[in-house]
Nanobody, 126 residues
Framework: HVQLVESGGGSVETGGSLRISCIASGSIDAIMYMAWFRKHPGKEREPVATIRTTTSSTYYSTSVKGRFTISQDNAKSTVTLQMNSLKPEDTARYYC?????????????????????WGHGTQVTV
């Protein structure tokens, strides 16, 4: 099992920056991908960015590409999302997620069905 705890959310003015982090514990070696999703009130959860833990290859949604950067530490237990040039439409609750070999369905990394472990989320308000 994997436990995920997010931190670093808050409020920022348009054009500002925030960094949110996710610390994973438990069966870290089983994690294949880590990702950030977000949910706007009244809308479905959407992918923001993913990172493959073995290769550090990344995916970004069109809406954040060029503004957000996902990264992981050497121990692959912490994933950070650096968010720059924030816009009001980035306001959402951001969730960290982890996909393990047990949860992986084999679809695209941005498919939330692949992720079996989720944090409680952190609010970002722009």
């Amino acid at each position: 099992h994997v436990q995920l705890v997010e931190s670093g959310g808050g409020s920022v003015e348009t054009g500002g920056s925030l960094r949110i982090s996710c610390i994973a514990s438990g069966s870290i070696d089983a994690i294949m991908y880590m990702a950030w999703f977000r949910k706007h009130p009244g809308k479905e959860r959407e992918p923001v960015a993913t990172i493959r833990t073995t290769t550090s290859s990344t995916y970004y949604s069109t809406s954040v590409k060029g503004r957000f950067t996902i990264s992981q530490d050497n121990a692959k237990s912490t994933v950070t999302l650096q968010m720059n040039s924030l816009k009001p439409e980035d306001t959402a609750r951001y969730y960290c997620a982890a996909a393990t070999s047990g949860s992986w369905l084999g679809s695209e990394p941005e498919d939330d069905e692949n992720y079996g472990y989720w944090g409680h989320g952190t609010q970002v308000t722009v």
